[in-house]
């Protein structure tokens, strides 16, 4: 009966996860989001046990779906063990304001540390600046325990999909209202 409410919450809880994928910020919404999420299959459970076969549906449609088990998992050790805090690939873009009138070494490195490309501009190159902006920086957390590609967004939103679903299915069978 208050699955979709519960959907809706988790799924504000992921919108502010994309608005705001900065630490501590994010892992506070992520917690909220876990949260929000595992209480639509408990109120799915609690609901189709009072219904012939309820209990075997719900079985069935939650046991089937990796990213409903995983998700699980990662709610009840956020509550009962230690909060979740998945690491960060963190990407940083940076335009820069430069004036080049000294000289000004370049070196491109790869991400092992292999220098890629070393320039020298010399002190008799004219003077060029180069409009500033503020250093762009993008995270992207992952799950390392989880077997996909997926960061902890996409995983969220499939999370939201399989969600809708189960709740889809068990109000269409008659054993939850949703």
Not at 165 to 171: F, K, L, P, Y
């Given at each position: 009966m208050n699955e979709n409410i519960k959907i809706q919450e988790a799924?504000?809880?992921?919108?502010?996860?994309?608005?705001?994928?900065?630490?501590?910020?994010?892992?506070?919404?992520?917690?909220?989001?876990?949260?929000?999420?595992?209480?639509?299959?408990?109120?799915?459970?609690?609901?189709?046990?009072?219904?012939p076969n309820g209990k075997s549906w719900y079985d069935?449609?939650?046991?089937?779906?990796?990213?409903?088990?995983?998700?699980?998992?990662?709610?009840?050790?956020?509550?009962?063990a230690e909060p979740i805090n998945?690491?960060?690939?963190?990407?940083?873009?940076?335009?820069?304001?430069i004036a080049l009138s000294d000289e000004v070494f370049i070196t491109l490195t790869d991400k092992d540390g292999n220098v890629v490309e070393k320039e020298m501009v010399p002190r008799s190159q004219p003077t060029r600046e180069i409009q500033s902006n503020e250093p762009v920086v993008n995270y992207r957390f992952i799950f390392r325990d989880w077997s996909g590609s997926e960061d902890v967004v996409a995983l969220s939103r499939q999370y939201i999909k399989e969600l809708n679903?189960?709740?889809?299915?068990?109000?269409a069978r008659g054993f939850i209202a949703g």
């Open positions: 799924e504000y809880f992921l919108s502010r996860m994309c608005e705001n994928n900065e630490r501590p910020f994010f892992t506070y919404n992520l917690s909220a989001f876990l949260t929000a999420a595992r209480s639509v299959l408990q109120y799915a459970l609690k609901e189709s046990e009072t219904k069935s449609a939650v046991q089937s779906r990796p990213v409903v088990k995983f998700f699980k998992d990662k709610r009840d050790i956020n509550i009962h998945p690491p960060a690939e963190i990407n940083i873009g940076i335009n820069d304001a679903e189960i709740i889809s299915d068990g109000v």
